[in-house]
RNA sequence: GGGAAGAUACCAAAGUGGCCAACUGGGGCAGACUGUAAAUCUGCUGUCUGACGACUUCGGAGGUUCGAAUCCUCCUCUUCCCA
């Protein structure tokens, strides 16, 4: 994996720039569907890549362990052949799960022991075994396994938490050095850096990855945001933690965000993202858009047959009404989560496109401050 | 013409003397959702009130009772069966 840094704006952190895997390439500042089982919910692959315009989805290494299990995939040749993508794809340790999970897992000093969520079978999750695991997956970018510390935690907590997370770090990072990647492309990993909402925590988890083999790192993520912190806090993370990280490397910003999060979030340097709100929250009938959110399951829109979205980037948005939407939520057809999937992702896409188009211009922060005020708008 | 069943809030449907402003579902309204155990979940939904609470309701009119959606009488309407 490679990443060239194109341009960084003049009067914030952010920046635009490159990222080539044996995949495709990837122009960031971009925003990543969520495909956590090997599909993202309910949208075709043919509609990600010409309609939404998808240049990289995600995968879960805890779920996709659980389910269809690692032999399939193996057999299957990886990921990408197994689910017929054939763009990069990135895939998440299962470190949110230890989080998400937490009332039936149980932190070991050799890793993580969980009981599975489909059949409660007990399982163990080591540094060394889930690299394994994730190269039979088989992701363009794997991330290392770390404990995504709750946004609420005391100092005491995540500072325990943050030593866990960096020694499997190291052993992470070990482990997949001494590995090779099994189908012929290349794979790249990134540390997470935890440390909750203290900065001395953050400068440490910075310090400790930036002492590691930095060949082997493509990247870097900042985990454990957006998980009950309060939003400034977030922002006080990012401010602290991006000047601390090489420029020449992707920083990836994980499970955020909002559309204002994101842009606030490549505003203080971030370049990749990746959030289920498009899609889960899509299915639940809210849809993002550049005048603010709509909730498709209000009676306003029941003889509303105007465009979805008249300005939306996805043939969705023209091509089915208002009224339709609705409709279609309230009888509770599937199709209204598919297009409504389909809109948001497009939407996000088109969101993190603008805004590099104008890092590129050099107005983003005028632009950004421009758009900010109206996403946030209830429709 | 004869017989039977029924009428409850926006709809459907429980409730057959006090625990009923009235179960439940739908619909409606609002909210939540941030590295997906979520096509999910949570409130509210007679009127007035910020709340406590007050007031008016169960086809209509009358009656019995300390007390009625629930019992009685008549009326109106609906559905079904037989002619």
Known sequence: MKFLLEKTDAASLARCGTVTTDHGVIQTPIFMPVGTVGSVKGVYHRDLVEDVRAQIILGNTYHLYLRPGLDVLRKAGGLHRFEGWDGPILTDSGGFQVFSLSPIRKLTPQGCTFSSHIDGSSHTFTPENNVDTQRIIGADIVMALDECCPGDADFRYAEKSLRLTQEWLDRFSARFEATEP????????????????????????????????????????????AVGEPVEKMYEMLELVCPLLPSGKPRYLMGVGTPVNILEGIARGIDMFDCVMPTRNGRNGMLFTWNGIMNMRN??????????????????????????????????????GMIASEHNLAFYLDLVRQARAHILEGDFIRWKDSVVPKLANRL
């Open 299 to 336: 009676e306003k829109w029941k003889e509303d047959f105007s465009p979805i979205d008249p300005e939306g980037a996805s043939f969705v948005d023209r091509k089915y009404s208002r009224a339709y939407l609705r409709h279609l939520f309230i009888s509770g057809e599937m199709f209204a």
């Open 182 to 225: 099994l189908y012929g492309h290349s794979q790249t990993m990134f540390p997470i850096i935890q440390g909750c909402v203290y900065p001395e925590l953050r400068k440490r988890a910075v310090d400790h990855a930036l002492s590691l083999d930095c060949d082997l790192h493509g990247g870097y993520a900042i985990g454990g945001l």
